[in-house]
């Protein structure tokens, strides 16, 4: 069975600050691994992915992730925050093979200030 | 348009009602889910359907059912409403001919209230 863990449920910066996000999985069989963005009121898109090719996943809007089998995570970073990336952001994971669905982790809100 | 689209957006209903949400996509997409969103919860999965006769239960299935009515088109109906029942829900579909990643395309999500 596969879980995720998102270490914080809020997350506070100021703008220009890097953003650190946390997310911890669990797997009995190779991951492939998620990020989610949720902008209030809006559904959930994409923000990155990996399914076993680099470690290091860049996606939209400057965000990246690295995978670490060793440590069983996946945190997602941003250099620089802005203020458009105050939402809600999700971890996710799958099993690697046919007739998997997502299952997400509780979430984190990142908060952006001036 | 939008690629999946959920009906109704908005819905208050009362205890005991039966309640349908519908879901439909032209992203021509084989599998389609219900999620549903609580505040501190995250997203946990009601059910899924990886193809029209194909039907699985997630891991709060429980006063939930679900229609398959063709590949683009995924009720899910709660046949007794009760107050905790109340959330976010959300339709997403998955392509098999991708990756198999397993990667998920929301729709804008239908906000149940319960009263």
């Keep these: ?114 | 348009d939008a690629d999946v689209t959920q009906t109704p957006r908005n819905r208050i209903t009362k205890t005991g009602k039966r309640i349908m949400l519908e879901c439909s996509q032209t992203k021509g997409h084989d599998r389609m889910y219900w999620y549903r969103q609580d505040p501190g919860l995250g997203l946990r999965l009601i059910y899924y359907s990886f193809d029209v006769k194909d039907i699985n239960k997630g891991e709060i299935s429980d006063g939930y059912s679900v229609s398959r009515q063709a590949q683009a088109k995924f009720s899910l109906s709660l046949e007794s409403a009760i107050p905790n029942q109340t959330a976010l829900y959300f339709c997403a579909t998955s392509d098999l001919r991708t990756l198999n990643t397993g990667e998920l395309f929301f729709g804008e999500g239908s906000r149940l209230t319960v009263l």
């Design chain 1, 1 to 114: 069975a596969q879980s995720v863990t998102q270490l914080g449920s809020h997350v506070s910066v100021s703008e220009g600050a890097l953003v650190l996000l946390r997310c911890n999985y669990s797997s009995s069989v190779p991951p492939y691994l998620f990020w989610y963005v949720q902008y209030p009121n809006q559904g959930l898109q994409l923000l990155l992915k990996y399914t076993s090719a680099a470690t290091l996943v860049k996606g939209i809007n400057g965000f990246e992730a690295e995978f670490k089998k060793s440590e069983t995570s996946f945190h997602l970073t941003k250099p620089s925050a802005h203020m458009s990336d105050a939402a809600e952001y999700f971890c996710a994971v799958s099993a690697s093979q046919a007739g998997t669905a997502l299952i997400f982790g509780k979430g984190t809100t990142l908060s952006v200030s001036s």
